[in-house]
């Protein structure tokens, strides 16, 4: 089992920044791909960017030059830099670890989820 709290989440303006962490505790976080998905009201969970266990990473194009995921090893944490941010990033943003090897980017492929962490950006 993995377990995973998000962080860092709030109000801000269109244009603005946030950094989201994501604590992981119960096994080994190294062995795990982790992703960063989000949810708006009304709307499917969609896939933000994933890290490979060696750094390796995904982004959706809606996010590129924009937001950057990275990992710290030592200290079991996921982050989430989110730069230039725009209305349409409003949502719930969840941190997601995957044990396989392969890159995925589909809510199913993940294993554990954190709770979710509120992101709201104001035009």
């Known amino acids: 089992q993995v377990q995973l709290v998000e962080s860092g989440g709030g109000l801000v303006q269109a244009g603005g920044c946030l950094r989201l962490?994501?604590?992981?505790?119960?096994?080994?976080?190294?062995?795990?791909?982790m992703g960063w998905f989000r949810q708006a009201p009304g709307k499917e969970r969609e896939f933000v960017t994933v890290i490979s266990r060696s750094g390796g990473v995904t982004y959706v194009d809606s996010v590129k030059g924009r937001f950057t995921i990275s990992r710290d090893n030592a200290n079991n944490t996921l982050y989430l830099q989110m730069n230039s941010l725009k209305p349409e990033d409003t949502a719930i943003y969840y941190c997601?670890?995957?044990?396989?090897?392969?890159?995925?980017?589909?809510?199913?492929?993940?294993?554990?989820w954190g709770q979710g962490t509120q992101v709201t950006v104001s035009s």
């Open positions: 997601a670890a995957r044990q396989r090897v392969a890159l995925a980017t589909r809510p199913n492929d993940f294993d554990y």
């Open positions: 962490s994501c604590a992981a505790s119960g096994r080994t976080f190294s062995n795990y791909a």
